[in-house]
């Protein structure tokens, strides 16, 4: 079975700074990885996926993550923050050769400080 | 185009009741999804569908929960006996294909059913 853990569940960032967005993951098998993104009031957005090849993926918004076997991780990084990233952002793994379920982390929730 | 679609958006109910949620994927796709996800958490898988059968229905938490999809288009999530620990917001999602090995069709998720079980 799989599991992911995202370690904060909140994150506090000024406007124009860095930000890194925790995720690791467990598995006995081999996995895609996902970010979602969830928006005040509205529903989940995909923002990047890892299905193979190059470990460094790019999303919408700016954002990226990489993927990391041995750490098992797939933190998600923005150099840049703007007040509209504010946002719940879930990591999430899926088993390669079995294409249902979706395992979600608890979400981090990303605070932009003007 | 039009993305997933679920009614209603908000469902109020009394405990004991029977409740019936209504997801309208994205026309074409033949997998659909249903999630579940309570306050503070993520979503929590419930079932799946590949066409008109459930391919795997292991998360739905016990026989009060049960899904339907008899034309392989719309689904409808169906609680009986409602509980106060059913409230939640039940999500579904739509992708265009699941084949075993190929799982790189993206989920698209609806707004969401906001269930308040009182």
């Known amino acids: 079975a799989q599991s992911v853990t995202q370690l904060d569940s909140q994150v506090p960032v000024f406007e124009e700074a860095p930000v890194e967005l925790r995720c690791n993951y467990s598995?006995?098998?081999?996995?895609?990885l996902f970010w979602y993104v969830q928006y005040p009031n509205q529903g989940l957005q995909l923002l990047l996926k890892y299905l193979s090849g190059s470990t460094l993926v790019k999303g919408i918004n700016g954002f990226e993550a990489e993927f990391n076997k041995s750490q098992t991780s797939f933190h998600l990084r923005k150099p840049s923050v703007h007040i509209s990233d504010t946002a719940e952002y879930f990591c999430a793994v899926s088993d390669r050769d079995r294409d249902d379920k979706i395992i979600f982390g608890k979400g981090t929730r990303l605070h932009i400080l003007p | 185009g039009a993305g997933v679609s679920q009614t209603p958006s908000n469902k109020v109910t009394e405990k004991g009741k029977y409740v019936e949620l209504r997801c309208d994927p994205i026309s074409g796709h033949t997998a659909l999804y249903w999630y579940r996800q309570s306050l503070g958490q993520g979503p929590e898988f419930l079932i799946y569908f590949q066409g008109t059968g459930a391919a795997d229905d292991s998360g739905l938490p016990n026989d009060r929960f049960f899904a339907v999809r008899p034309e392989g288009s719309v689904s409808t999530l169906k609680i009986q006996r409602t509980e106060r620990g059913d409230s939640a917001v039940y999500l579904c999602?739509?992708?265009?294909?699941?084949?075993?090995?190929?799982?790189?069709?993206?989920?698209?998720f609806g707004p969401g059913t906001r269930l308040t079980v009182l």
């Open positions: 598995s006995s098998v081999s996995v895609y």
């Open positions: 999602a739509s992708s265009l294909t699941s084949l075993a090995g190929d799982s790189t069709d993206t989920q698209y």
